[in-house]
């Protein structure tokens, strides 16, 4: 087997984010936990009082359950408070709290919640700030933050500035409305683009100390609540229109059936909207006043989310794969988890440099997302393990394009990317010749260095394991079409830098021949790419290799000895 480079240390995590209990001691325990609730109380904060989000919803919320599915696992611990910000004394008391909303999973359980109820509507579910309006005798008195739910932050001096709320109202009664501010955009696919910072945004340019006219101007506001309005959907929504809020009719639909949620879904999710949103709400026509709603999430209202674009994951080990010119890439693997139907199980962590910065290590959570869609991508450490066990990585002086031309300890990564490389479309294109078959090749000692697998029969490549008599055969048959490769390719298979066939030479003496001057006086070759190629042309191993194309006759080789 291959060996790693790298320290495999695996640390038990439950496959499913509530599937299983993590195997800690109390004490553990306790100490995780600790360090996830100030984690989310230190995003609270960033949120509610300094105008930062640090994180999208999506793991926010995760982790959030996270921590309550902790607390189910030690229940004989003390439970500690919820994770919130601290009250401030410029919060202003909620006229009626603002909770929020139980989330539905799938398709079954919407479904489930919708055969309950009779006269469901479905709106889009904007992604913004929320905010409750209170007008006093037609005139706009508070607009406060949503906080805690029970108190926020007065928003009231700035959210005058915003022309999408209306200074006055034509009524003389106290109104109390709840909405969301939300970041105009221009056609937005949500499936394109998520969120694309739109409520980060919003929340920055509330929490300066002042706003201004052109960040005013790109604020919308859509009310998703009258609690002491007219008691029928249709009928709210009409007077809402009247008194200046008509985009809540425009974006609010009978629900008439799962499939017309599912077909609305689906097109909200892929059509042009004028903002971001993160899912639907579905919501009964009828439900309680203002002084019957508590702070827990209502019955009849629930919030189906898309898909998230990103997801918690927890590092199981740390490998460091070394690739064909020396370059270290470390490795993460993950607990397996799913994002946009697809399992996930390990991410790279990009460059060793960024590794370094991040300082990865098993245990920890991270935030994976997807690339294009399809790619994961690690986008950043959500939290630090308590525990953090040491991770020695490999020293990056001991690689580098010239090193591991055999399979000695250590250079098995690199060897094995070397005859990756050389049987590729790049270099020799040697059908069905792949990273397996020189694996199989190596493990079996008929591989060593770079040019052994010229000179092996079909009755020695038998040996190898998952090589038969009819495999051998086509091996021998791939390798035999390398001999009649043109020069060029060759010079590719030895993993010659770029610019080696720079100039009018088409043979190998007069490539080696060169001096650094030669090189830098290239057109297409500068200092450095010159340094590289005067060290590839000299290295004893390309000689040595170059020597032995040379006595098996390639051309271009021969005149090398």
């Not at 696992?73 to 008391?93: K, N, R």
């Not at 889009?124 to 005798?137: I, R």
């Not at 955009?185 to 929490?207: C, F, K, M, N, T």
């Not at 009819?470 to 993993?495: C, N, S, Y």
Request: charged letters at 25%; proline letters at 7%.
């Amino acid at each position: 087997m291959l060996r790693l480079v790298v320290l495999a240390l695996w640390l038990f995590w439950p496959t499913t984010l509530l599937a299983a209990c993590p195997d800690w001691s109390a004490d553990r325990a306790e100490q995780e936990i600790d360090a996830l609730h100030d984690r989310l109380a230190a995003w609270d904060r960033a949120y509610r009082r300094d105008g930062r989000s640090p994180v999208d919803d999506d793991i926010y919320d995760q982790a959030r359950a996270r921590l309550e599915s902790w607390r189910v696992c030690f229940s004989d611990m003390s439970p500690g408070p919820a994770p919130t910000a601290d009250i401030t004394s410029g919060e202003l008391a909620h006229p009626v709290p603002q909770s929020g909303l139980v989330k539905l999973d799938d398709a079954v359980e919407a479904g489930a919640w919708l055969a309950r109820r009779e006269n469901v509507w479905v709106q889009p579910k904007v992604d913004g700030v929320a905010v409750t309006l209170v007008y006093e005798q037609g005139q706009l008195h508070q607009a406060i933050s949503r906080g805690d739910g029970r108190s926020g932050q007065d928003w009231t001096a700035k959210v005058r500035f915003i022309p999408a709320v209306p200074d006055g109202l034509p009524t003389k009664r106290r109104i109390v409305l709840r909405g969301e501010l939300y970041r105009r955009l221009d056609g937005h696919v949500q499936a394109e683009r998520g969120s694309a910072g739109a409520r980060s945004e919003i929340v920055g340019w509330l929490a300066r100390d002042a706003l201004g006219a052109d960040e005013a101007s790109r604020i919308g506001l859509f009310v998703w609540d009258w609690p002491d309005g007219p008691e029928a959907l249709p009928e709210r929504l009409a007077r809402l229109a009247e008194l200046g809020f008509p985009d809540t009719a425009d974006w609010t639909l009978p629900a008439e059936s799962l499939q017309t949620v599912l077909t609305q879904r689906d097109t909200w999710y892929n059509a042009p909207l004028p903002f971001a949103t993160d899912g639907v709400v579905l919501k009964q026509s009828r439900r309680p006043g203002g002084e019957a709603r508590a702070e827990a999430p209502p019955d009849w209202a629930v919030a189906w989310k898309y898909p998230p674009r990103s997801v918690l994951a927890r590092v199981r080990g740390v490998e460091f794969r070394v690739g064909r010119t020396g370059r270290i890439t470390p490795l993460l693997h993950l607990v397996p988890v799913s994002l946009a139907g697809r399992t996930i199980r390990r991410v790279t962590a990009g460059s060793f440099g960024r590794w370094r910065t991040l300082d990865v290590r098993p245990g920890d959570a991270v935030i994976i997302s997807l690339a294009g869609q399809t790619i994961p991508r690690l986008d950043s450490v959500a939290w630090r393990a308590v525990s953090r066990p040491e991770v020695t990585p490999p020293s990056t002086s001991d690689y580098h394009a010239l090193s591991c031309w055999h399979p000695s300890p250590g250079c098995e990564d690199q060897f094995l990317e070397r005859l990756a490389w050389l049987g590729g479309p790049e270099a020799l294109d040697l059908a069905g010749v792949g990273i397996g078959t020189w694996r199989s090749l190596v493990e079996a000692g008929l591989v060593t260095d770079l040019l052994d697998w010229m000179s092996l029969s079909a009755e020695s490549l038998e040996a190898a394991s998952g090589i038969g008599e009819v495999r051998g055969q086509q091996l021998v048959g791939a390798f035999a079409t390398a001999r009649q490769r043109p020069f060029d390719a060759w010079v590719e298979a030895l993993g010659a830098p770029p610019g080696a066939l720079a100039g009018e030479e088409a043979e190998w003496t007069a490539l080696a021949s060169r001096d650094l001057g030669q090189w830098r006086a290239l057109p297409e070759v500068g200092e450095t790419r010159a340094d590289a190629l005067r060290d590839f042309f000299t290295d004893p191993e390309v000689r040595g290799l170059a020597e032995r194309l040379g006595e098996a006759g390639i051309a271009g080789f021969q005149a090398s000895r």
